[in-house]
């Protein structure tokens, strides 16, 4: 069954809530009107930060990341290639808006 690793949902969901990391992740990304260039970068580069990229799906709008976590940190890398300065201001909003955790 899925798991929601995200940051708390202050809705109800589907997910059950844990604290483990499941080795496989799968990051769902809705591209519509809601969801920022900047937010969409920054959830991006946090899951980034602690899963390797895989594979790439799209269903309609929606995009399915599938990801895992590796034994080794050093596999991690930004997939997005940002700029120094756009990893600046993505790790300050990081560092004060926990709605982008990945856990």
């Known amino acids: 069954m899925p798991v929601w690793t995200g940051p708390h949902q202050e809705r109800a969901t589907f997910f059950e809530d844990t604290n483990e990391r499941p080795q496989v992740r799968f990051l769902i990304l809705d591209p519509s009107n809601q969801l920022l260039d900047f937010a969409y ?38 997939t997005q290639k940002l700029t120094p300065g756009e990893i600046i201001e993505v790790e300050r909003v990081l560092s004060i808006d926990g709605g982008y955790s990945c856990q």
């Open 41 to 78: 970068r920054a959830t991006i580069y946090a899951e980034d930060q602690i899963s390797v990229l895989d594979e790439v799906k799209q269903f309609g709008e929606i995009i399915v990341q599938k990801r895992h976590i590796p034994p080794d940190p050093s596999e991690l890398k930004d």
